[in-house]
């Protein structure tokens, strides 16, 4: 979708979106920039323009760009090993999967190399549990609005009609329930029932977190008829909300049998996991499962690292997102379209009365990369490394792009 409004594109920038709409599916909506480089929580394109990045690849690049840590362990491992498969063993899942489980409350893990693989990889995880005791026990009870990734599985558990309808039918036996909704929730839980498979913060719905009484009650119904508990923490999860998990943030926390992650595990390597207790692990055994590229030496070593970083930045997290979230607060303030700012740690969402589609266009011609997610919602996803000043130069870009929304539309 190359709209000569927004940019004006230089030849070879232009080169390189003509060469894609000839060759590649066209299955994404692109913004017409062609980045080429970033630093720290910045990006610039190929003309040299430089843009604040609030959104980290959506999750993904949560320590910046070139964070000089990440370089470090990526050009050493790189001349040691990179891949080995897992025929054998390598000198970093072992530890990896440790301090996973430590920071967790979980015990074993599974590498994957995406978020939706390790969905997919849970859910066989629940289909083998069932399984074990009665063959009737495959359901899955899922919310509405969630997002769970694009395979067959991860799709059918996915309760949002637009990714669905287009590929149906998917998987039977899954029921969804409102968020929050705990009496529907009750009666969508029974015997038959595998797992329940929960966003603790859905992120790709709009930033809407989960009342720590339905999650609690989902603990208890999963006790009570012996099914699995699964939080999707990919994207509310490894120090997004300024806690390792965003199951952490209840108190007591609320712990799932079944934990996956991604995104920004790996500071951009594909890198996924599926995190377990014993119970829920053991219905795997040798063979039932695998990954060629999963848990590779260099996305694992990566991911030490980002762990052993992240480790300092958990306090800076819950701070900044703070200070970010009274600011974004006050900014609403002004405008009345502004219908809400919600959000936990740096996961920050902005509701307004408007399709917000339009605002990320101009935001790019401001420098400035933000991202529209459920029509509505502005999505901010910054790097945890994202400074103050930074927080403050955002807040002022995003006061004049507000300001120059027509609110109510003439049309209307
Ligand atoms: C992004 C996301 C996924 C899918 O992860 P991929 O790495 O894109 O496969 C699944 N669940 C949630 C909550 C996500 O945000």
Redesign the pocket.
């Known amino acids: 979708m190359a709209s000569p409004t927004t940019t004006s594109l230089d030849a070879r920038a232009q080169a390189i979106l003509d060469l894609e709409q000839q060759f590649l599916i066209q299955t994404y909506r692109r913004f017409p920039v062609v980045l080429r480089r970033g630093k720290g929580c910045w990006l610039y394109d190929t003309a040299g323009k430089k843009y604040l990045d609030l959104i980290s690849g ?2 993904v690049n949560a320590l910046g760009h070139a964070h000089p840590r990440i370089l470090r362990v990526l050009r050493e491992q790189a001349g040691i090993l990179i891949h080995s498969s897992n025929l054998y063993y390598h000198e970093h899942q072992g530890p990896l999967a440790r301090k996973l489980s430590e920071i967790s409350g979980l015990q074993r893990c599974f590498f994957t190399n ?4 390790a ?1 997919e990889g849970a859910l066989k995880i629940a289909r083998a549990f069932g399984r074990q005791q009665a063959p009737e026990k495959y359901e899955i009870v899922a919310l509405e609005n969630s ?4 395979t067959l599985g ?1 799709l059918s558990i996915t309760g949002q009609a637009k990714y669905r309808t287009d590929f149906e039918p998917l998987l039977p036996g899954v029921r969804f329930v409102e968020r929050n909704d705990v009496s529907a929730l009750e009666q969508a839980v029974s015997t038959r029932t595998a797992a329940i498979v929960l ?1 603790w913060i859905q ?2 719905g709009g930033i809407y977190p989960l009342d720590p009484a339905f999650a609690r009650r989902a603990r208890e119904l999963a006790d009570q008829y012996q099914a699995l508990l699964i939080f ?1 923490e ?3 999860g490894l120090g997004r909300t300024g806690r390792y998990f965003a199951y952490q943030l209840a108190d007591p926390p609320v712990l799932p049998d079944i934990t996956v992650v ?2 920004p595990l790996a500071c951009g390597l594909p890198l ?1 996991a599926i995190i377990a207790n014993e119970r829920a692990a053991a219905a795997l055994t040798a063979g039932m499962h695998g990954s060629t590229f999963g848990g590779g030496a260099l996305a694992c070593r990566v991911a030490l690292e980002f762990l052993a970083i992240l480790e300092e930045l958990l306090p800076a997290i819950h701070q900044t997102g703070g200070l970010f979230r009274v600011q974004l607060t006050e900014m609403a303030r002004h405008f009345s379209f502004v219908r809400e700012v919600r959000g936990y740690g740096l996961m920050i969402g902005i509701e307004l009365d408007l399709p917000c589609r339009s605002i990320v266009e101009d935001a790019l011609t401001e420098g400035l990369l933000i991202n529209c997610t459920h029509d509505t919602v502005i999505r901010l996803l910054p790097p945890y490394i994202i400074s103050d000043t930074e927080v403050d130069r955002a807040v002022k870009i995003l006061t004049k792009l507000l300001k120059k929304v027509k609110y109510p539309p003439e049309s209307a």
């Open positions: 959506i999750g995406s978020g939706t693989e969905v997002f769970h990734g694009r991860a966003e992120g790709e999707d990919i994207q509310c991604a995104k996924g």
